[in-house]
């Protein structure tokens, strides 16, 4: 029984990165409903992160109710996370979507894994170690997904009808339209805007997860984070939404899929997922967390397969093959270097015990050294003794 609750300790850090990307998988396929029914992705993200502020601050004062003091470096740690990780990126990644394509824009999100990696070893967040097998592991799965995830999204090859289930979510919020695009209101052809727009998304993304590490590791409350990182995100996303969208009829909310989507996306997607990314980073650093990226691509576009009639090819079955494979040579990088770090760790122990042990049996020891040297001075006070009664007794005989 203590080896099954070992061994899921251990995983934790996994099961929680699947079941983010689980979550943030159903929360596309409800962005793509509410974008379907003509809602603007802008205000879905302000009401995103207004919903994920709602449950989280309760939720975080209940929880935690013993708490570090917060101080203006986790303020402005805080706003960064809602600026990188919330408003910023979601909003970047919306604009590359109207300004080139879906595809062009899903294909540079999967930079993710490979944009964090380097800024995690320019940061001394992770080891590149080259000569070592768990080093070489973590950057050829980093590029093994990153070119399933390139494969997945441009290459087509023949059309495959294995998970059909002929149900097609769309069809009951009318009929498919520019989707995305149509959303934002906005139909540009300036693609290296687009590209400049995804890149940054890329970016941000990646440096919220290297701010999140630090934040974790100077205040390691998960939920108060969490809840900061929302309410930064919800003031500077529903800033931008309000400058930017005039059409106030796209604020009204009814008992349909627009309210669905923004209450899904903002408790489960923002607020328990956040919080469940800043602890995984924490435990495993930032390049652990953003590997699992590449994964909502293949669960989007199964999902897509079974509830909104899209076709399934050839070549994303084989993108999600190279995706599932780089992630996991990565994780088996991750754990050899991370059972090298606990076969170091006893090398110590030895001497520790052994101080420990000297320090222990020490009182014995000096107890015995002591009467030792009093049963010596005493030898040596009646040596010293009967030398002189000898003495005294050579006198009186002279």
């Keep these: 029984m203590e080896k099954i609750r070992n061994c899921v300790y251990e995983l934790r850090p996994l099961m929680f990165m699947v079941t983010v990307q689980v979550v943030f998988a159903g929360a ?38 013993k708490r570090p003091k917060l101080t203006w470096t986790v303020l402005l740690q805080a706003f960064l996370c809602g600026l990188l990780g919330g408003s910023l990126s979601q909003n970047l990644y919306l604009e590359s979507l ?24 320019a940061f001394r967040m992770e080891k590149l170690c080259l000569n070592t097998m768990s080093g ?26 294995i998970l059909s289930t002929h149900l097609d979510l769309l069809h009951h919020y009318g ?26 998304s890329c970016i941000t993304f990646a440096l919220w997860l290297i701010v999140q590490t630090k934040m974790s590791e100077k205040y390691p ?23 930017t969208e005039k059409d106030w009829s796209q604020w009204r ?50 999902a897509g397969s079974l509830f909104l009639e899209e076709k399934l090819y050839l070549g994303s079955v084989l993108g ?29 122990s030895p001497q520790i015990t052994e101080q420990i042990e000297i320090i222990v049996t020490s009182p014995t020891c000096l107890k015995g050294l002591s009467e030792g040297l009093e049963a010596k001075e005493a030898n040596s006070r009646r040596d010293r ?14």
């Design 253 to 302: 909310l009814g008992w349909n899929v627009r309210l669905l989507t923004v209450a899904y996306a903002g408790i489960l997607a923002s607020g328990l997922m956040y919080m469940l990314i800043s602890l995984c980073v924490r435990i495993r650093g930032p390049l652990y967390a953003s590997i699992f990226n590449p994964l909502l691509l293949v669960l989007v576009a199964f």
């Design 28 to 65: 596309n396929v409800l962005f793509k409903l509410a974008a379907n029914d003509g809602m603007s992705l802008r205000v879905i993200v302000a009401y995103r992160f207004v919903f994920a502020t709602v449950f989280m601050v309760p939720l975080a004062l209940i929880v935690e109710r």
């Design 320 to 348: 999600a093959v190279l995706i599932v494979l780089g992630l996991y040579i990565v994780l088996w990088g991750k754990g050899k270097e991370l059972k090298k770090m606990t076969q170091l760790m006893p090398s110590t």
């Design 136 to 161: 070489k592991a973590k950057v050829l799965g980093t590029l093994i997904g990153l070119g399933g995830a390139m494969l997945f999204t441009f290459y087509n090859g023949i059309q495959l009808n």
């Design 98 to 121: 109207a300004l080139t394509s879906a595809t062009f824009a899903s294909a540079m999100f999967n930079l993710i894994p490979a944009v964090t990696f380097v800024l995690a070893v």
């Design 221 to 243: 409350c998960h939920y108060t984070s969490t809840a900061l990182m929302c309410v930064m995100g919800a003031i500077q996303s529903l800033t931008y939404a309000l400058c």
């Design 385 to 398: 003794i009967e030398e002189k009664e000898l003495m005294d007794v050579e006198n009186a005989s002279n």
């Design 175 to 200: 009929q498919a339209t520019a989707g995305l695009a149509a959303s934002s209101h906005v139909a540009s052809p300036n693609h290296v805007l687009g590209a400049l727009a995804a890149l940054g």
